[in-house]
């Protein structure tokens, strides 16, 4: 495919599809006027279109004819109240949850726990396409329209499905199911070739989604499904750009890159020498890393990938290679469904999207009631904290998601929601829970008051010992020059503040003085690899912030820098 012949398609392409995404984000901005109205037709709609399945014969779906029905019928649920359900659809049942046919199980991140298989069905496919798809590009054009070049992407999204079923339905992360679902404009839109994005798990990769952005001057943007992606990229970036040079110079895959025998051959064909964009890229490169991107990239417009919550720390970082670009967090979404979109820029906040699950929210206050109180999306009270709670069209019903999140308004009549942390990456020794939110506080305003760069930190609740007491590993550069006592009373000082319940229990004697132990270089990127060889997606993978898995636990251990580390809780 020529160059010239590419461009012109691709903007082609991409005008028609932005016109499509326009009208597509009117009509979403419409169901923000009567967000409430639409959010209960839909849930009406899924009880009507599910009432004849195991499911709904079992709660009497025929007689429910109000939300409020539904709710005082309907119990609220959690992963482990679906899974007899689920083994029974993967075996090849049909009619269980749902009407409709599963299409591929979608499987959750496996970060935090248990991977869990969440069934996907068309209805709800297309919904979160014309979310992902439509609506995120209509917002990202209304943004940047100054800087819309139509030019293609860097994406970084793999294709990789996980299996199959007993009956052979597919499993698969959404991400990846979408990505195999678009396989025929991907050339189009993205650098990266297909045969690259189908490779599965090998630091190679990265080496080959820079190598084909490299060769585009045009790049339009990055994105992933989470910045610390991005940053892992830009950092590979600036360790391998001598020899991603010297292939666009003579149009090579270098011998030192390991994939199959074949696929080099493919990707051999589509390369040619281009010693005048090498050129420029070894000018700017031997002229420093700092803001990069947009040095090698003059077009690149922005960065695509959730960068709120724990991804912060993250953020910072990637800002070292980017400077200014804004970042679009994009979408606030589990695999069973969309739960919000970002309107803006570089705010990760999200409106509720009341065309995609059925809400419910429980005050946070309220969580561990024994009778609980939902309440609507027209309900909530800016400022406060709720636990999410979604009915999606695929069989999940009242399903207690486990996000805990903030509104900080509303848009029109639909809440805009911060995500602030999973329920169970809230960690409590003795009833003092301290939030994720609180942790990553504490510990960013620790270092940055040091002056000492922070990679990457976790918390485990140690009950080996008592009082119980916090252990925060934590990767730093230059570990050896720090004060381990005083980093120690640091952090202690600043998670009191970061949460006075936690101060109460300690002047208490309630809770021991944490302990600060520093792990080894890398040793989070290590992590993130026994997470991926334990199940995890390879798109959707994070570091857990709270660890409490035995196998973790005994990896941050042995990864320690004092090799007279006292012991830890057995687990």
């Known amino acids: 495919m020529g160059a010239i012949l590419l461009i012109q398609t691709t903007k082609a392409m991409l005008y028609v599809f932005l016109k499509v995404a326009k009208i597509y984000k009117k009509g979403f901005e419409k169901d923000l006027k009567c967000a409430g109205q639409k959010n209960d037709q839909l849930l009406m709609e899924i009880i009507r279109k599910n009432s004849d399945t ?24 959690e992963y482990n109240d679906y899974k007899g359900f ?21 499987i959750s991140s496996g970060t935090t726990g248990g991977q869990k298989l969440i069934p996907v069905t068309k209805s709800m496919r297309k919904s979160i396409s014309g979310y992902m798809g439509l609506l995120t590009q209509a917002v990202l054009y209304e943004n940047l329209s100054k800087k819309w070049s139509y030019g293609r992407g860097l994406n970084l999204i793999s294709m990789c499905s996980s299996g199959e079923s007993e009956a052979g339905i597919t499993i698969s992360a959404g991400t990846s199911r979408g990505m195999s679902s678009m396989e025929k404009v991907i050339p ?12 599965d798990g090998k630091e190679e990769i990265n080496y080959l989604h820079l190598l084909f952005a490299l060769r585009d001057k045009n790049l339009m943007y990055i994105s992933a499904a989470f910045i610390p992606s991005v940053l892992d990229l830009l950092r590979y970036l600036e360790k391998k750009w001598p020899d991603l040079v010297r292939d666009i110079a003579t149009g090579t895959i270098s011998p030192l890159i390991n994939i199959p025998v074949e696929l080099r051959h493919n990707l051999q064909g589509k390369m040619r020498p281009d010693p005048n964009r090498a050129a420029e890229l070894e000018k700017e490169f031997t002229s420093g890393i700092n803001r990069i991107v947009t040095r090698i990239w003059p077009k690149c417009a922005f960065i695509w990938g959730v960068a709120g919550a724990g991804f912060k720390v993250y953020l910072e970082k990637v800002k070292k ?24 820029l570089d ?46 069209s695929a069989g999940f019903y009242r399903y207690r998601l486990g996000d805990v999140v903030k509104v900080t308004g509303y848009r029109d009549k639909s809440p805009e929601l911060e995500f602030l942390y999973r329920k169970n990456q809230l960690i409590s020794i003795n009833a003092e829970k301290t939030s994720e939110h609180a942790v990553r506080q504490a510990i960013t305003e620790t270092f ?18 008592s009082p119980g007491r916090y252990v925060f590993f934590v990767e730093v550069n230059n570990w050896e020059e720090i004060d381990k006592a005083e980093a120690e009373e640091l952090l202690e000082s600043k998670l009191c503040l970061a949460n006075p319940r936690y101060e109460k229990f300690r ?65």
């Open 54 to 77: 195991e499911y709904g014969k079992k709660y009497g779906f025929k007689t429910i004819d109000t939300p409020n029905k539904f709710k005082n019928v309907v119990p609220l649920t």
């Open 347 to 392: 705010k990760a906040v999200y409106t509720a999207a009341p065309g995609s699950v059925y809400y419910e929210f429980i005050h946070i206050d309220d969580c561990d009631c024994k009778d609980i109180t939902t309440y609507s999306i027209e309900e909530l009270t800016i400022g406060e904290k709720y636990e999410v709670v979604i009915t999606n």
């Open 86 to 106: 689920i083994e029974r659809i993967a075996n090849g049942e049909d009619n269980i949850l749902t009407s409709e046919k599963i299409e591929y199980f979608g």
């Open 188 to 199: 189009y839109i993205w650098t990266t070739p297909v045969e690259v994005l189908k490779l």
């Open 507 to 571: 002047k208490g004697m309630k809770i021991g003085h944490l302990s600060l132990e520093f792990v080894k270089p890398h040793t989070f990127d290590s992590l993130k690899a026994l997470l991926l060889s334990r199940g995890a997606s390879r798109n959707q993978v994070k570091i857990p912030r709270v660890v409490n898995r035995a196998e973790l636990i005994e990896f941050l251990k042995s990864n320690t820098c004092d090799t007279k580390v006292e012991e830890f809780a057995e687990v």
């Open 448 to 465: 940055k008051h040091l002056e000492v760069e922070l990679v990457d930190y976790t918390v485990m609740a140690d009950i080996n010992i």
């Open 321 to 344: 290679y980017t400077g200014d670009l804004p970042v679009y967090s994009g979408i606030y979404a589990a695999t069973e469904g969309v739960i919000g979109i970002e309107m803006g």
